[in-house]
């Protein structure tokens, strides 16, 4: 029967009348662990005091970046860069500088966390108490950086701070100071001081140096009477150019007229200086018509001829000869005629010659022109030379000055951007604000004496079916018929109520038999069994 186990599955199968009996026989032990858990855990709970939270976010943004000090001009936003996310080291570096050790020393000092505390390991022993007052900060400190509770907002840029103080004004003011201390600590990194006074003082050397500068090079000009190099050596050479051009079209002109009097003078020597202004022809009218009659009356005698002779006839042969003869003679009379001419000057000649004295005058202006603009090339040439000469100088005395002005106008730009800053700084006008101020909490976050009673009821409850179980488990008696014949296999006739079973024990006790029938075997006495109420 010791061997016995009741809560394996294999041996015991309960149900709801066995697991009602079972918290019936356990009732005792129910009612205490339940009352003794919820009381206790009411009277903790009414112990506890009141913790208070006080709560501040601040805010992140790329709003306002601090203009970088480099040599480089800045104009409008070139140099400042802004983003419209905020990286995570961003938010890292603010977190970092909320929980820096110098700032929560300073906030214990300031806010009186310092003050000495009986802590648990102190009272036991394990421990000695901070002695000296540094001591006591730096305690105070860890303690303070331990209960402040910064997290950073996800997918937002802000960055939550919780504190929990007992007290509620507390609470607030050692929030109010972390922040004012975190403000300053931030525009303190990120704003070295004395800026506005370093560019200030560098734009006045600057300026004295621009100052300089422009006076060398104004005494440069009026001694090299040169007022824009730039500006007179293009003109200059425009007006090289524009004398070299006409210098080439005067040597044109001038070769093109040499050519022209060359031909006029060839042309003047075929010309005569008269010609024939009338030319009258006179022929020979006489001969032509006596002729011309003799023709006739050969002709006239020829056809006579004919009439009485052939053609191949002496006669007509002689007449045929006769005619040639007289219309050779007729054609050499009509060639001769007497000629009858007038002269007058050659006016072609006169043109020519008018052309020719036109042509050595404009030779004469051409060489004149010539020789006045060789010397203008020429004059042009030395001028340019010049200036190509003091080109080195002048541009260096003109970089120096040009330079002068840049640095000049940069320092002065950064002057003004340094004193903005400054104006920013004083206002606390950051690249991170406070989003959510700290304010002093009215209802206590912890404890929550609601929830905790709700939780003391529950535990009770489950540690009371625990006790139960573990009671069950730890008994080693059979209490139930279902549970005896479990263990024997064998079924249960009857059974008795625990009363009816003491009085049949008290019975066989009386009726045992006499000394003499010891030696009789003996019915074995286990299991011990006990019958319940």
Sequence with gaps: MN????????????????????????????CTTFLTVAIGTAVLTFLMP???????????????????????RTTGTAGIYFENEVSENQINSEIELLTSDDLLKQVVTECGLYQPRASLSVMLGLRAAPATKAAQVEEASQRLAKDLVITPVKKANIIEVKYTSGSPEMA???????????????????????????????????????????????????????????????????????????????????????????????????????????????????????LNTMIVELQNKRTQLLTKFRADDRLVRE????????????????GETATEQSTDLNPLRQTLETEQARARVDQAGAEGRREMLAAQVAQYENQLSRLEGITGEYEDLNRKVKQADDNYQLYQKKEEEARITDELDENKITNVS???????????????????????????????????????????????????EVLTGRPVLASLPK???????????????????????????????????
């Design 3 to 30: 061997n016995f186990n009741p809560s394996k599955p294999e041996h015991v199968q309960l149900s709801v009348r066995d697991i009602v009996g079972v918290l019936f026989r356990h009732k005792a032990l129910i």
């Design 50 to 72: 009141n913790e208070y939270e006080s709560r501040m976010k601040i805010l992140v943004k790329n709003t306002r970046s601090d203009v970088p000090i480099t040599p480089e």
């Design 172 to 290: 607030a003011a050692v929030l109010r100071k972390v922040q004012d201390l975190y403000l300053e600590k931030h525009l303190k990194l990120h704003r070295p001081p004395g800026t506005h006074d370093f560019f200030k003082n560098q734009a006045a050397q600057s300026e004295e140096q621009l100052r300089d500068s422009q006076k060398q090079l104004s005494s440069f000009q009026q001694s090299m009477n040169v007022v824009s190099l730039t500006q007179q050596k293009e003109q200059t050479v425009q007006k090289l150019t524009d004398a070299k051009s006409r210098l080439l079209e005067t040597q044109a002109t001038l070769r093109e007229l040499n050519e022209r009097i060359a031909k006029l003078d060839q042309q003047l020597l075929k010309v005569h200086p008269r010609i024939v202004t009338q030319s009258r022809a006179l022929p020979n009218q006489y001969s032509a018509e006596h």
């Design 319 to 334: 007449v045929d000869q006769q005619i040639r003869t007289t219309r050779a003679a007729l054609v050499k009379a009509t």
């Design 434 to 484: 406070v989003a959510e101020a700290p304010i002093q909490p009215s209802i206590p976050v912890r404890p929550n004496r609601p929830m905790n009673l709700l939780l003391g009821l529950f535990l009770g409850a489950l540690l009371s079916l625990g006790s139960v179980v573990v009671a069950e488990f730890m008994r080693d008696t059979v209490l139930t018929p279902h549970e005896l």
């Design 499 to 533: 009363n009816a079973g003491r009085l049949v024990m008290e019975t066989v006790r009386r009726d045992e038999p006499s000394p003499s029938r010891l030696a009789q075997p003996k019915i074995a006495r286990e299991p011990r069994l006990e019958w319940a109420d």
